[in-house]
């Protein structure tokens, strides 16, 4: 296969091809007398990529693709999997990474109870350092950038009277470092997030009984703390039912104006009929085809949905019969109290819910419209439950009534417009740049499980399946992935943060590594080593070649892809010149 050699017939050079690792078929092809007919031959890189990867035969190139050896050596070549620098500044377990929308800075979080705000130059340099324990917080836990990255959410734990653990958010000036306001946020896990430039939602949790709750979703202003008294500043969003011990958390938002250009499709038909239309695809989003319309539906409507027919009977006349049912000994079998208090709960939602406004499938895409989306449930304390609500225009400002006052009297809560159930105890969300597709890390539920009791949840599985759900459908889409592993049990499960390229999606695990999968193809291309628990992983939002995971064992790693790393190498200067400048320097 040497230049000047024989030329071997294609099977066999492609059998060859086959036995070699990834970089290998690379470096033989420029020195092969073939390689320029190989090069060119569809066919063998075709078959060489859908048994190297061990791709199913019925998925499609990836539309931007220009052949199958440029696939074969993007996959190689572009992904993030060289460690490149190890930050070790915090000196506890780091649990969360987040990115300007810039890309020019990070930020990190510790239960060292720092927030750390580093620069993302070609060496990442630490810029500022807030300590929050003079707030009285145990630990750092969540940032977010503000859309025009002049303001940093940060949430933690809050220790207050007699140790009691609740959440609070603070806001930091990326201008000065300053801190703006703090906002109480509860449970703590809500983690808060913005809404827009200069409005963030926050959490508040109120016990109505011992497994009954309900959850209010508050829209504040970061700057409350400066702000007028006659300004408001804080405004409530969402009131909503809990039941069987469930609580909202993990809040975040999707910009639906943005899923008129999507970053990739994950449809592969849908993929297909929009190159096939032109060499210029124009993507059609809303599509009803009965092809779509066949397949299993994987979101059923939430119970607190469920209104009474017309002339049936009143729900508020159902919760006295009842009343008048327990007093007179007619509830047979006898129930627990639990059971009791989650069914006059039930019951008592169904009269005081406030119902959908509108239909999510019928969202004018180019309206300025939001999603809301948290982790929720209905049969016990471990999130199991995707909920979705669509935030109003009107809703996106803290001017106007407060506290709900537009609202009727009998309308205590408000009714959630989308549920996916997950089957599983949630432990991690993460959106796609384009806010198309909602990815979720779950621990599953064993088949056909029954839960009796809500303080005593299913055991949950090791394997962590990455769910994609598309949010324009409400639908899931492709099978689940799988690689990484967790080990703790329901009670101690904490969360591992994933996030969402252009072209790869990254989730940390308990298994001391970073995972790294193509979101066309479906297959895991990389695995990243630490020496403890990996909590968090983050991509740059305008170099998906640069990769960040933080874990337990207090580091920091920053990862590159092997093109990325062979052009800053050849930029920087070769020591052979400087060897020869030396030996010149001894000679004379």
């Known amino acids: 296969m040497a230049a000047g050699g024989p030329l071997l017939p294609d099977s066999v050079l492609f059998e060859i091809f086959l036995y070699l690792d990834h970089a290998d078929v690379l470096a033989v092809g420029l020195v092969c007398r073939q390689w320029r007919a190989v090069a060119r031959d569809e066919f063998l890189w075709k078959e060489l990529f859908y048994r190297y990867y061990r791709v199913s035969r019925d998925v499609p190139r990836h539309p931007a693709a220009v052949s199958w050896y440029d696939e074969f050596q993007r996959l190689y070549d572009t992904i993030p999997c060289i460690e490149v620098q190890a930050l070790k500044e915090h000196n506890d377990q780091v649990l969360h990474l987040s990115f300007s929308h810039s890309g020019c800075l990070f930020a990190s979080c510790s239960k060292d109870c720092t927030v750390k705000i580093w620069s993302n130059e070609l060496d990442i340099s630490l810029q500022h350092s807030s300590n929050m324990r003079p707030y009285n917080w145990s630990y750092t836990q969540f940032s977010q950038f503000n859309s025009d990255d002049s303001l940093l959410l940060v949430s933690g734990v809050f220790v207050g009277p007699h140790n009691s653990s609740s959440g609070e958010i603070a806001v930091i000036s990326m201008e000065n470092f300053t801190l703006l306001s703090r906002v109480r946020n509860k449970p703590y896990d809500v983690f808060g997030c913005w809404l827009n430039e200069t409005n963030l939602i926050s959490g508040n949790l109120h016990r109505i009984g011992r497994i009954t709750s309900c959850s209010v979703l508050w829209l504040n202003n970061a700057f409350q703390g400066i702000e007028s008294e006659n300004v408001n500043v804080v405004k409530r969003l969402f009131k909503i039912q809990n039941l069987n011990a469930s609580t909202i ?340």
């Open 249 to 588: 958390r993990t809040v975040m938002v999707a910009d639906c104006s943005r899923y008129d250009s999507p970053d990739l499709l994950l449809d592969y038909k849908e993929q297909l009929a929009a190159s096939s239309t032109s060499t210029c695809p124009v993507f059609d989003l809303g599509s009803d085809s009965e092809e779509e319309e066949s397949k299993p539906k994987q979101t059923p409507e939430p119970a607190v949905q469920e209104m009474p027919d017309d002339g049936g009977v009143p729900a508020e006349d159902e919760l006295q019969q009842f009343f008048d049912d327990i007093m007179g000994g007619c509830v047979r079998p006898a129930m627990t109290e639990a059971e009791l208090e989650n069914k006059v709960a039930e019951l008592f939602i169904r009269n005081r819910t406030k119902p959908p406004e509108v239909n999510l499938l019928s969202t004018d895409s180019n309206s300025k419209t939001k999603y809301l989306i948290f982790t929720t449930g209905c049969l016990t304390y471990s999130p199991h439950q995707i909920g979705i609500k669509r935030i109003l225009p009107h809703q996106m400002t803290t001017a106007g009534p407060v506290l709900g006052e537009e609202r009727r009297s009998d309308e205590f809560f408000d009714s959630l417009d989308h549920v996916i159930d997950i089957h599983g105890h949630i432990i991690g969300m993460g959106l796609s740049p384009d806010h198309r597709y909602l990815y979720v890390n779950s621990r599953a539920w064993p088949r056909d499980c029954v839960i009796s009791d809500p303080m005593q949840p299913p055991p949950i599985a090791e394997e962590i399946d990455l769910h994609v759900f598309d949010l324009k459908t409400m639908k899931e889409v492709k099978r689940a992935l799988r690689a990484h592993r967790a080990y703790t049990p329901n009670e101690e499960c904490f969360f591992i943060f994933l996030d969402v390229s252009r072209d790869f999606v990254a989730s940390g695990a308990e298994d001391r590594h970073g995972y790294i999968w193509d979101r066309h193809y479906n297959i895991c291309l990389a695995k990243l080593q630490h020496d403890n628990v990996v909590n968090s992983v983050a991509f740059s939002p305008v170099e998906q070649e640069l990769l960040l995971t933080a874990s337990d064992d207090a580091t920091i790693k920053v990862w590159r892809s092997p093109r990325t790393v062979r052009i800053q190498q050849a930029r920087k200067p070769r020591p052979r010149k400087l060897l020869f400048s030396w030996l010149m320097n001894q000679k004379s």
